[in-house]
């Protein structure tokens, strides 16, 4: 399995800031997700990044909002911009690992963002 | 968005009590995933389905990928503290963009 750490662990933010997360994988993958978990509820994607490409957002995320960076195959950050209460929120990076012959998907520990 | 059914919402047993959850959907799934998040933590794989009908074992747990491929459970037996979180089980298909989540089971043990 992909060990993923992700900086910070937790953050506390003002109204209209910009936050931006780091997601590093000990090893090289293809493939790089960012979600997104409301309180009490459960995981959202919000974009798929890959290496050499741009991110691909999902229906009601977008790049102006959310930007994402994908410089090498072991790291990926998301910036959550002009933040609002709204985005308080749990963000998860995952990754795409493989069990076997088969491929499965591995979460980081998530970064606890609370927007005042 | 989330096409996942996920049931119960909620479980309050005591310890040494078997569990068991379910995911059902209104379409098909290559893949089956079951995962454990504890408070504070990002989720845990536990247990990957990857045939129709595959049972699967990773010790007290015991997970089933439903034959019509549409559906999917999870057993815990004889429960412990430890067991206590929410579990979220993800159906995946071969396009790697196309996975969905349950709403997710908490589950309580008492001891």
């Known amino acids: 399995s992909a060990v993923i750490s992700q900086k910070p662990s937790r953050d506390i933010c003002q109204r209209g800031t910009s936050l931006t997360i780091q997601c590093q994988v000990d090893s090289q993958v293809t493939m790089m997700f960012w979600y997104r978990q409301q309180p009490g509820q459960s995981l959202t994607l919000i974009a798929t990044?890959?290496?050499?490409?741009?991110?691909?957002?999902e229906s009601g995320f977008v790049i102006d909002k959310f930007p994402i960076s994908r410089p090498n195959l072991t790291f990926s950050t998301l910036t959550v911009s002009n933040m609002s209460p709204e985005d308080s929120s749990i963000y998860l990076c995952?990754?795409?690992?493989?069990?076997?012959?088969?491929?499965?998907?591995?979460f980081g520990p998530g970064t606890r963002l609370l927007v005042l | 968005g989330q096409q996942l059914n996920q049931s119960p919402q909620s479980m309050f047993i005591q310890e040494g009590e078997d569990v068991s959850m379910n995911c059902t959907s209104s379409?098909?799934?290559?893949?089956w995933l079951w995962y454990k998040q504890d408070p504070g933590e990002g989720p845990v794989l536990l247990i990957a389905?990857?045939?129709?009908?595959e049972l699967t074992s990773n010790g007290r747990l015991t997970a089933q990928f439903g034959i019509t491929r549409k559906d999917s459970f999870l057993n815990i037996s004889a429960s412990i503290p430890s067991d206590v979180g929410i579990y979220f089980c993800a159906g995946r298909r071969y396009n790697n963009n196309d996975m969905r989540f349950g709403a997710g089971t908490r589950l309580t043990v008492k001891p």
């Open positions: 389905l990857y045939k129709a009908g």
């Open positions: 995952s990754v795409e690992g493989t069990v076997g012959a088969e491929e499965t998907q591995y």
């Open positions: 379409s098909i799934f290559n893949t």
């Open positions: 990044a890959n290496q050499g490409s741009e991110a691909t957002y």
